[in-house]
Nanobody, 114 residues
Framework: QVQLVESGGGLVQAGGSLRLSCATS????????MGWGRQAPGKQRELVAS???????DYADSVKGRFTISRDNTKNTLTLQMNSLKPEDTAIYYC????????WGQGTQVIVSS
């Protein structure tokens, strides 16, 4: 059973930064891809950052230049550094892991006040 546990959410003012972490129960490189998704109230969940086992990184246009995804293969941890946060970044952020099955964590709330 794959477990993904997020931490690091909270309340921050616009322009501020937050760092999210995801601890995995499996070796991080066992997943073909890992990433971070978010879901704002009334909106569909979207994947905003991802990294493949080969190291390819992709970002949604809405976060490019502000968010950075990284991983620590020895600690089996995925991180999302979020800078220059905007009120529209307010959402529940979920850790995502994919093989031929997709897994999601329980989520951590991020609130950006204006």
């Amino acid at each position: 059973q794959v477990q993904l546990v997020e931490s690091g959410g909270g309340l921050v003012q616009a322009g501020g930064s937050l760092r999210l972490s995801c601890a995995t129960s499996n070796a991080i490189l066992s997943f073909g891809r890992m990433g971070w998704g978010r879901q704002a109230p009334g909106k569909q969940r979207e994947l905003v950052a991802s990294i493949t086992s080969g190291g390819r990184i992709d970002y949604a246009d809405s976060v490019k230049g502000r968010f950075t995804i990284s991983r620590d293969n020895t600690k089996n941890t995925l991180t999302l550094q979020m800078n220059s946060l905007k009120p529209e970044d307010t959402a529940i952020y979920y850790c995502n892991a994919a093989t031929w099955i997709e897994y999601w964590g329980q989520g951590t709330q991020v609130i950006v006040s204006s």
